[in-house]
């Protein structure tokens, strides 16, 4: 049964339906356009549960020729076969049920989306099928072809749709990650023509088994794995993104459309984590034991770098993005520790960071629509009119800062954990972004819900044309609207309250990582 490629590909069946619908039935595509997200919804958690049960995962793999590059007069023997190839492990689970999860509920907060709903949509489900892909993908060839999907798919989504600035935005974002994909592109080129395989078990075989690197057809030097790393590294830095490369994602951030946020936010920075674990520790665990100093170096970076700006932001799309930069920065530190706690804890992280940054935004999106502007010092006193909307706001806001019982404690807890372990002089250094992150969120939220009257500060500082009377009209969250926030809400406290829920499909993976690094 292809399993997998109907999970990754069944959002096809809605960009098709959608081909045949008019461009004014507004509502006709914002109902298929969510409806074709459901189906791999369904799927990914079928296969979460089933995996739950005891299931074996790799009875899900497929795999068949796609190109045979033998056919050409200089090839011989069997190498170079590219092939068709998807499998999960639960790493990769953890994200397919993440992308699944946050696709469905950008969908629905999509609904605020007014202008040019089909072409919209048309590129959010294929951005859904690169997501997918990527997690789902057994060989570097087609990890990077949905890769390429998802940087094609944010550069219209961000260009068309985004705010004052979406072209310098997307573009923006098309130049960073390009520079990645390229690199990433010659990383993935050099391995396939040094081993003949691009498939991640296959690899992983004969990068660590004495005996399988006699099949290579051109061996590795210890300094050409470390060259690999590195190139692997950097690409995947951009991507997350590390401090310096970072300034793409506050343009992407501030400038794209709420709900496109909440994916990217949620799901596309976990690429970068996905594969600096997934290949990194799990293809090069020797050589990466060497970089581990210097990430957990840029992981300190990033949480006080990312803190520091967001505590001087008066923008909440901008104090989020900074948010970002911050948090991902503790995924670095959890694969900088380099021990199990840290392994765990920067997945864990990811996780975490994924579902609050897209409650986040979510939120984000009612207020510019509501009131027309998230600068905050244009707004306060919110609780009064939208006391459900300022509940949320304030869960989304201790949830990043790391409140026990919530999912940010868990992944940030146990990445220090394991950095406190092996680098305790740099951890408590880090630490002290921990408390700035408290200061930064809970300023920007208690501004916005109880702080001065949102007239009185309209009032003081010379409002836009309409912009009292949309502070006047400003209602509570409706059905649709605290839908996704709910379900948000709910995860973010399940994950928080039973981190067994992700430990348990990490288990295996995590093992075996530990086993390579010789731990």
Do not use: C
Not at 159 to 183: C, D, I, T, V
Not at 328 to 334: D, F, H, K, Y
Not at 471 to 488: N, Q, S, T, Y
């Amino acid at each position: 049964m292809m399993f997998l490629s109907l999970l990754v590909f069944s959002p096809l069946l809605g960009i098709v339906l959608l081909m045949f619908v008019r461009k004014t039935d507004a509502r006709m595509i914002q109902w298929l356009g969510t409806a074709a997200t459901v189906p791999p919804l369904i799927l990914a958690l079928f296969a979460f549960i089933q995996s739950g049960r005891g299931f074996r995962l790799e009875r899900l793999d497929e795999a068949q020729d796609w190109v045979r590059l033998t056919d050409l007069p200089f090839l011989t023997d069997a190498a170079y076969v590219i092939r068709y190839e998807l499998g999960i492990d639960g790493l990769s689970l953890v994200f397919i049920v993440l992308t699944a999860v946050l696709a469905t509920l950008a969908a629905l907060a999509s609904m605020l989306v007014k202008t040019e709903k089909k072409g919209y949509f048309l590129w959010l489900l294929a951005l859904e099928i690169g997501m997918l892909g990527v997690f789902a993908a057994a060989n570097f060839v087609w990890f990077f072809l949905f890769l390429e999907v998802t940087l094609v798919a944010m550069f219209f989504l961000v260009g068309k749709w985004g705010g004052f600035e979406r072209e310098r935005a997307a573009y923006s974002y098309l130049l960073y990650n390009g520079l990645g994909s390229a690199l990433l592109l010659v990383v993935i080129a050099v391995l396939i023509a040094r081993t003949g395989t691009a498939n991640f078990a296959l690899l992983h075989e004969m990068l660590h088994n004495p005996v399988a690197q006699g099949q290579w057809i051109a061996p590795l030097t210890g300094e050409g794995r470390r060259w690999l790393l590195g190139g692997l590294l950097l690409a995947f830095a951009v991507k997350l993104p590390a401090v310096p490369l970072h300034r793409w994602l506050i343009r992407v951030h501030v400038e794209a459309p709420p709900p496109v946020v909440m994916l990217h936010a949620g799901v596309l920075l976990k690429i970068a984590a996905y594969g600096m674990i997934r290949f990194g520790v799990g293809l090069f665990p020797d050589e990466f034991r060497a970089f581990a100093g210097a990430i957990a170096v840029f992981g300190v970076i990033n949480v006080l770098y990312g803190a520091l700006l967001a505590l001087r932001q008066r923008e909440l799309k901008r104090v989020l993005a900074y948010s970002s930069v911050s948090h991902m920065g503790v995924v670095l530190i959890g694969l900088g520790a380099l021990n199990e706690a840290g392994i765990q804890g920067a997945v864990f992280q990811s996780v975490a960071h994924g579902l609050i940054s897209a409650l986040s935004f979510s939120l984000v999106g009612v207020l510019a629509h509501r009131i027309g502007t998230t600068d905050i010092n244009r707004l306060g006193g919110l609780a009064k009119a939208m006391p459900l909307f300022s509940g949320y706001l304030l869960t989304a806001a201790l949830a990043l800062l790391g409140l026990p019982g919530l999912a940010g404690f868990v992944g940030e807890f146990t990445s220090f954990l394991g950095l406190f372990q092996t680098k305790p002089a740099l951890a408590a250094v880090g630490a002290l972004g921990l408390i700035l992150a408290a200061a930064y969120s809970l300023k920007a939220v208690l501004d916005i819900t109880f702080g001065r009257d949102r007239k009185e500060a309209v009032m003081g500082s010379r409002p836009a044309a309409g912009e009292i009377e949309a502070h006047r009209a400003a209602v509570d969250l409706r059905g649709k609207e605290a839908a996704p926030a709910f379900i948000l809400v709910a995860l973010i406290v399940a994950v928080g309250v039973y981190p067994q829920l992700l430990a348990a499909p990490l288990a295996a993976v995590v093992e075996t990582m530990m086993n390579g690094l010789g731990g």
